[in-house]
């Protein structure tokens, strides 16, 4: 265990609190209990009221809301072939797995994170183990429903039709989910799936999205084709991962375009989308790293990359909500680096603002957290990440954050080697 401290009452003060709305820092006293931000004020007003100095002064350090990671998958390896080692392990190393990676985004300031598709056994682990270190918020959604042979049908959601699709729901539910994603297109890492077909009728996306609501639980739907996306906007999802728009060429290339009727039905919707702009760009820098330029393969993919930027860059001047997710545990996607999320949105278009608050205030309503984190404010989890400078000013401040509280409980920073870690 690493967390130090404890839920007695504290006081911390910094000199630049976020306070959003309006989006602004203010000099602030935040006094905690029982893990939770009890007030928020002045200094001045809160010495008049009685209350004592602060425990914890973190000066002109810049404390903003912990982060929240959107979209990861707690069980898989981040290695070049993550379903490989899912299909060899035993649910016991899977789940050791789980938490190590969990930790490591603790540690790299992630207080709330979202596992978006996992095996039933990850729900059995988190409910049945007591004896775990500190982790961030966990909000899981367990096997995401899929049709059968469908991408991810490897977790076991696997659905027939719409009549399945109540039960399946709140099975999922009664064994810990608080999430519910529908698979609602092929995806690239599944052999035999196809992510330019959408999956399920437009009643299919109407029935999972309406049973979520009705156990009020966020909604999420994997979608890469043009008509998922827009089936799942029409259905009012809480969230549309990826978006993708992908299509296949007269050659047989998985080609990205821009549907600009798709785009006006997402931004009229108000469904919020998770971009995960980081994995394809990492491995775009491993092909221009490898030299593979003149390869018409990888210039192939390459060039896909510039389509995702612009497609964002539009779904962004088109005033769609964006909030942040790593996509972490695919294929080469680590655990500890969600700033690069955050500063690859505002390399592409969004402004710092905004980008912070897709870590917080826009992710916590699209998990329907709002109200419980995301912003320092009476009422919601003491869960800060502590940075030297502003992020308005230099969004890579939070590569290396000074600390970290979660639940109200300073976890240690910076320790280097459980930090950067993945399994
Ligand atoms: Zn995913």
Known sequence: MVASGSHAPMVLHCDNVWIDPPGRFEPRSV????GRIELVRDRMTALAAGTRQPDIDLGNAYMMPGLINTHVHLEFSASPDPLREFRREPA????ARAVRNARSMLLSGVTTLRDCGSSVQL????RRCRDL???PRLL????PITVPGGHLSIFGGIVSGPDEIPATVSRSISAGARSIKLIGSGGGMTPGSFPEKVAFSQEVFCRVAAEARSHEVASAAHVLAAESVKRAAIARFD???HCAFFRRSGCGRLVRHYDAGVAAIIADSGVAVMPNLSTATRAHGTLLREGMQGNPEAQHALDQHEVMLENFRKLVDLGVTMICGTDAGVRDTPFGDTWIELELMARSGMSNIDVVRSASLNAAR???????VGRIAAGHSADFVVLKNSPLADISTYRDPLSVYSDGRRIAPSLANERNGHC
């Open 133 to 135: 270190p500190a982790l």
């Open 31 to 34: 006094e905690l209990v029982g």
């Open 123 to 126: 729900l059995t682990g988190f």
């Open 239 to 241: 969230s549309l991962e």
């Open 140 to 143: 899981l959604s367990g096997p």
């Open 92 to 95: 016991s190393d899977r789940f």
């Open 366 to 372: 699209a998990l329907k957290l709002e109200g419980t």
